[in-house]
Every structure is written in C-alpha cells, then in structure tokens.
C-alpha cells in the first residue's frame, strides 16, 4: 500500500498569513493527487486535482505543486473560511489512501 | 445539480448487517464510478472501496479492512450505488460517504460527495 505522510498535523496561523501543507507518498503517484477541506459536519470538498489543477470555484489563493512522492498546497492568504481540516488523497493505486489530516486553527 | 445522496445507516450490533444506499442525479451515472469514503468519529478520512462502471466490467475493489465482508455495487436503471456491510465490528462505526470517481482521473474525479450517513456499530 502506498502511504501518505501529511504535516503538520495541525497548524496555528492567522488572517493573512501564508500557509504549506505537505503531503509525502511512499512511492511515485505521478500527478494523481488531490487536496480536499473538510469543516466540521460537512462532506470533505476538492480544491486541487492532478496536484495542481484548481477546483472549479475554488479561490485562486488554494495552490498545489509537487510531483513524485512530494506535493504541496499551499494558502497564499489565509481567509476566515479557510480554517478547517485538510487532506491529501492519492489515486494512483489500490487501495487509494488519505493523508492523516491537518487541522488549521487560528 | 450534480447531487449524491447517501442513506440507510443506523444502529447495528456487532456482528449484523447494514446496506447503504447512493443515489445520484443531475449527470451521466453510467460513465463515472462509485467511491465509498468513511470516517469514524472525530478521525480522517478512509478510503473503503470502489464499484466501476459497465464499460469497465463492472469490477470492484476494497480496503483490506473491509475486504471480504463489505460489498460494493450498483443499479444504473436506478442512477444507484450501494454498500452491502456485512459481519460490522465496532470499528465500522464511521460516516460513510459516497462520491463519483472516472476512469483515468480527470476532473470529475472525486469532485462530489455526499451528505453521508451514519453507522453505529454498538450492542
């Protein structure tokens, strides 16, 4: 199984504030990779697909990189909506797997 | 509206059985697959198991944990995709979600989920 090591697990920042989360996989994934956020009682929502392709809707300050087995979001400007949980999730192969999660908190 | 929508958890003792059930609309049902997602209380999220399309055979895949125990399929006459949870443990406990997925990735790819539903697994 491929595994997929997310840090940090959580993370304090503030209103404004540019923010990286990285997610680790144990193999080569190539690009089918994405970044979902979950807020608390709600269905996790995409924001990146194939790494780095912006969701439909989604803010232009979401943005992800990488390639391999390392890849990235990044906030460019932390919103008041954006604190929430965020997950990696790798599709190369069976079974798929999610990062661990990491909990944006102010 | 592209719109999934989950049902039929409950409470279930150790040991039953539970089926849940997937209900798409607003797209294509037979050209994507079906993803299950669960999440136990106050955990992440944990990829459960697939059912694929016609054109694909329709073949299924599973999470080792639940392999041999759960089953995925689907009614396209329906635009309905269910999850046959057999031999629960409590460790099945979880918001289960389901979301379509496509051959190939793409960006229909784990781009909507449902509401989810919940499975308590307690005597």
């Known amino acids: 199984d491929i595994q997929m090591t997310q840090s940090p697990s959580s993370l304090s920042a503030s209103v404004g504030d540019r923010v990286t989360i990285t997610c680790r996989a144990s193999?080569?994934?190539?690009?089918?990779l994405g970044w979902y956020q979950q807020k608390p009682g709600k269905a996790p929502k995409r924001l990146i697909y194939a790494v780095s392709s912006l969701q439909s809707g989604v803010p232009s300050r979401f943005s992800g990189s990488g390639s391999g087995t390392e890849f990235t979001l990044t906030i460019s400007s932390l919103q008041p909506e954006d604190f929430a949980t965020y997950y990696c999730?790798?599709?190369?192969?069976?079974?798929?797997?999610f990062g661990q999660g990491t909990k944006l908190e102010i | 509206e592209v719109q999934l929508v989950e049902s039929g958890g409950g409470l279930v003792q150790p040991g039953g059985s539970l089926r849940l059930s997937c209900a798409a609309s607003?797209?294509?049902?037979?050209?994507?697959?079906i993803d299950w997602v669960r999440q136990a209380p106050g955990k992440g999220l944990e990829w459960v198991g697939r059912s694929r399309n016609k054109a694909n055979g329709y073949t299924t895949e599973y999470a080792a944990s639940v392999k041999g125990r759960f089953i995925v399929s689907r009614d396209d006459s329906k635009n309905s995709a269910y999850l046959q949870m057999n031999s629960l443990k409590t460790e099945d406990t979880a918001i289960y979600y389901c979301t379509r997925s496509t051959p190939g990735g793409g960006p229909n790819n784990f781009n909507v989920w449902g509401q989810g539903t919940m499975v308590t697994v307690s005597s």
């Open positions: 607003g797209f294509t049902f037979n050209d994507h697959y």
């Open positions: 999730l790798q599709h190369n192969s069976y079974p798929h797997t």
């Open positions: 193999q080569d994934i190539r690009n089918e």
